[in-house]
């Protein structure tokens, strides 16, 4: 059974830049077809979708995020990393890395694998 563990930092000043890291034991990041992606939900609102990473290591991201974002892997660590830049307190959110088949832009909570989240807060 596959499962996924983010870690970083939870607190971040403006306009620096966040590194998350998805862990990933039990399956290998590497395995067709599957997605991983990075999705994140501030208070009160939807689950917005960052973008992902694929089995063979094409990337996609969210427009609105694009010019902001990289997501990279380290297949020996069995790890993949987000990074997003020019934090603002708008980014506070609860930051998610969930494996889907397929490629996907829309999250669904109960669908894929999903680690538990980690809290990121911006603020100075």
């Known amino acids: 059974q596959v499962q996924l563990q983010e870690s970083g930092p939870g607190l971040v000043k403006p306009s620096q830049t966040l590194s998350l890291t998805c862990t990933v034991s039990g399956g290998s990041i590497t395995t067709s077809y599957y997605y991983w992606n990075w999705i994140r939900q501030s208070p009160g609102k939807a689950l917005e979708w960052i973008g992902y990473i694929s089995y063979n290591g094409d990337t996609e991201y969210s427009p609105s995020l694009k010019s902001r974002t990289s997501i990279s892997r380290d297949t020996s660590k069995n790890q993949f990393t987000l990074q997003l830049n020019s934090m603002t307190p708008e980014d506070t959110a609860v930051y998610y890395c969930?494996?889907?088949?397929?490629?996907?832009?829309?999250?669904?909570?109960?669908?894929?694998?999903w680690g538990q989240g980690t809290q990121v807060t911006v603020s100075s």
């Open positions: 969930a494996r889907v088949f397929g490629p996907i832009t829309a999250p669904q909570r109960d669908i894929g694998s």
